[in-house]
């Protein structure tokens, strides 16, 4: 069965860039009837998805990220990333890779989710 | 973007109640309407897709309705593993956005 998990940092620091990544196990990033996103939660509130990377490299972000955000996806190693600048304490949150089809909105699986805290 | 507002935001049921919990949007989504469960320290989980489509595993217990702006996760006779917290999700229009989750408590 596909599974994701996320891997990366727990403390960035403010103004630093967040690099975060993927790792898919158990089936192919590498269709074209799938995107792969990322999802966040800050602490003691709801979750907020960011955006989007297909396997024909196109992405989508959310309009409140756009300007400082990259995702990307790598076939060979099964993984995609994600890349947050000048994050501030605004950012801290547990953020969840997910897997949605391309021709229905919703996602599954998740990540169990890596919690980044941004602090000095 | 379209706003999701769930009710109630927290409640407490006991084994073997009936648990309702309602998603509200901020304009007709049709049926693009997912809802998921989340338990501490494990990762989100989908259980209903489309409004009503019960995800494969999924207990029986749980079912959704409803179409336009409300709708509806119903819990049948809850479970103690139900314990979890509960987003709506609309798929209508992007960006996607979830609501604020409903916290449920097991007395």
């Known amino acids: 069965q596909l599974q994701l998990r996320e891997s990366g940092p727990r403390l960035v620091r403010p103004s630093e860039t967040l690099s975060l990544t993927c790792t898919v196990s158990?089936?192919?990033?590498?269709?074209?009837?799938?995107?792969w996103d990322w999802i966040r939660q800050p602490p003691g509130k709801g979750l907020e998805w960011i955006g989007n990377v297909h396997s024909s490299g196109d992405t989508y972000y959310t309009p409140s990220f756009r300007g400082r955000v990259t995702m990307s996806l790598d076939t060979s190693k099964n993984q995609f990333s994600l890349q947050l600048m000048s994050m501030t304490a605004a950012d801290t949150a547990v953020y969840y890779c997910?897997?949605?089809?391309?021709?229905?909105?919703?996602?599954?699986?998740w990540g169990q989710g890596t919690l980044v805290t941004v602090s000095s | 973007d379209i706003q999701m507002t769930q009710s109630p935001s927290s409640l407490s049921a006991s084994v073997g109640d009936r648990v309702t919990i309602t998603c509200r949007a901020s304009?007709?989504?049709?049926?693009?309407l997912n809802w998921y469960q989340h338990k501490p320290g494990e990762a989100p989980k989908l259980l209903i897709w489309?409004?009503?489509n019960l995800q494969s595993g999924v207990p029986s217990r749980f079912s959704g309705s409803g179409s336009g702006t409300d709708f509806t996760l119903t819990i049948r006779s809850l479970k103690p593993e139900d314990l979890a917290t509960y987003y709506c999700q609309q798929s209508f229009r992007t960006p996607f956005t979830f609501g604020q989750g409903t916290k449920l408590q097991i007395k």
């Open positions: 489309a409004a009503f």
């Open positions: 158990g089936g192919s990033t590498n269709r074209d009837n799938y995107y």
């Open positions: 997910a897997r949605h089809p391309a021709a229905d909105n919703w996602f599954h699986p």
């Open positions: 304009e007709s989504i049709t049926n693009s």
